[in-house]
């Protein structure tokens, strides 16, 4: 089955480092998206690459990085330098301009 | 940013009433989809409204859209406890040339009481 695979579940990460989120998709989509999303709020745009080699900065990109250099894949890093990372990641894949965006399960960050 | 306000933040149905979440976007849209989340999960895809479209159906789900208002509603009919869920309203814009992107309301929990 097609689909957005999302790893790890969950994550834990000490303070001064950097971690790296998975995310893969095998629906052929050419556009990809990291959301953040806090507790009891909706999902704020991280990262969005529409096109391998490709990405844009969304509206909370400080502290994250990502690379596309193949059309499955679009790892997330979360950085030093984002000062408060913990939160409930998610990544989506979409294609066309009238079609609903699938969604990967979520990886849930925590700082110890 | 966040585009939309949703409302209400909150609601408790019973089983077998209609739910109606209301959802506002401040900016021109190519589309607005409705999402549902579990607790703790990914989000799942409802249904999608085209800019130039004012009404859409799937099964008990309804969708209203007014661009004039720049506001949408979705209505769950013979509500279950099964929907009991997080619903979110989210616009795809065109956020640079040819590239798009969802932005998300704050989402309603909806509790279904059985």
């Known amino acids: 089955d097609g689909g957005i695979t999302q790893s790890p579940k969950y994550l834990f990460r000490k303070e001064g480092q950097n971690v790296t989120l998975s995310c893969e998709q095998n629906l052929n989509h050419d556009a990809m998206y990291w959301y953040r999303q806090d507790p009891g709020q909706g999902l704020r745009l991280i990262y969005y690459?529409?096109?391998?080699?490709?990405?844009q900065k969304g509206d909370i990109a400080e502290g994250y990085s990502v690379s596309r250099e193949k059309k499955e894949s679009f790892p997330l890093t979360v950085t030093s330098a984002q000062k408060n990372p913990t939160a409930f990641y998610l990544c989506?894949?979409?294609?066309?301009?009238?079609?609903?965006?699938?969604f990967g399960s979520g990886t849930r960050l925590t700082v110890v | 940013s966040q585009q939309g306000e949703e409302d209400p933040q909150a609601l408790s149905i019973q089983e077998g009433e209609n739910a109606t979440m209301n959802c506002s976007y401040k900016t021109s849209i190519n589309n607005l989809q409705w999402y549902r989340q579990n607790s703790g999960r990914g989000l799942v895809h409802l249904i999608l409204?085209?800019?130039?479209?004012r009404e859409k159906h799937s099964g008990r789900l309804r969708v209203t859209l007014d661009t004039s208002k720049k506001s949408s509603s979705l209505l769950i009919t013979a509500s279950r406890a099964a929907d009991t869920a997080s619903y979110f309203c989210a616009t795809e814009t065109e956020v640079r040339l040819g590239r798009r992107a969802l932005t998300f309301g704050s989402g309603t929990r909806l509790q279904v009481q059985p």
């Open positions: 690459s529409q096109i391998v080699n490709d990405f």
């Open positions: 409204i085209r800019s130039n479209e």
């Open positions: 989506a894949s979409s294609y066309g301009t009238f079609n609903g965006y699938t």
